[in-house]
């Protein structure tokens, strides 16, 4: 499909906008455990993640960009908390390995699920993009997975703090399937999937491993995408501190 309607297009940027909100900010809590890891291995793994999630996240704003002619800097760098779409899971703080751990699991889950079903998007640019993404995030999925079951089958310390994870976080990655505004203009057309299609899914994948792994999931209600937490600003403070001190600067 290459005529959008206008509400066609701005419901591609929403959701382009939400991918790469969520993964700009991931991406920085992931790079916080560089020299920090428990062993130089996952040191260096951990930061590839990261760098794979910062990638994403530009690609998915230089899509934005064919659309509306944005600038992705601009829009990384030079927006405040409150222009931010991103769901409060990736803006909480690193915490313990565990906590990291488990929040990645969960939201590579998610995002290997949306990318899959992205591919088969009647707007060729995302699915090629998706497509592209994808196969990275599969290999974070399974990175992350394997170690969610190896700290919650490891000793008495590591599952009690794996459990409090999940129960940490659980709320915030329901939140990941509410739908945006305004778009149902693409998914009805098939640009977009249907989060309302993609969360049980996702729900029956990452039960299936969690129980396999000796853990439960709290019952829990969502919590609402855009209700952030008194995190956000410090973290995009420290995030864009240098391209905003420098901002009147250029290369050559």
């Known amino acids: 499909m290459t005529d ?25 809590r992931d790079a916080e455990w560089t020299g920090h890891a428990p062993i130089l291995e996952e040191d260096i793994a951990l930061a590839n993640i990261a760098q794979d999630e910062l990638g994403h996240a530009m690609g998915w704003l230089e899509l934005r960009k064919t659309l509306d002619g944005s600038d992705p800097d601009g829009l990384a760098f030079r927006r405040g908390p409150e222009q931010f779409c991103n769901s409060a899971l990736t803006e909480l703080p690193k915490g313990d390995w565990a906590f990291t751990m488990v ?62 994870a999940l129960n940490a976080v659980w709320p915030y990655a329901l939140g990941l399937f509410e739908p945006l505004d305004g778009e149902a203009a693409g998914i009805e057309v098939g640009l977009l999937p249907d989060p309302a299609a993609l ?34 600003a410090p973290l995009l403070s420290e995030f864009q501190g240098v391209n905003r001190q420098y901002a009147e600067m250029t290369t050559w």
């Open 199 to 232: 969360k049980p899914r996702w729900h029956t994948l990452v039960t299936a491993h969690l129980t396999r792994c000796g853990l439960t999931p709290p019952d829990a209600q969502p919590t609402a995408r855009g209700t952030h937490t008194e995190h956000l």
């Open 103 to 164: 929040r990645q699991y969960l939201f590579d889950a998610y995002e290997a699920l949306w990318q899959d079903a992205a591919k088969a998007s009647a707007y060729t640019p995302l699915a090629q993009a998706a497509a592209l993404a994808l196969r990275e995030e599969r290999f974070h999925l399974q990175h992350t997975a394997a170690w969610v079951e190896r700290l919650a089958l490891g000793t008495p310390e590591s599952e009690r703090r794996t459990r409090e």
């Open 4 to 28: 959008l309607t206008p509400e066609q297009q701005q419901a591609l940027i929403a959701r382009l906008t939400v991918l790469a909100d969520d993964e700009l900010l991931l991406s920085h």
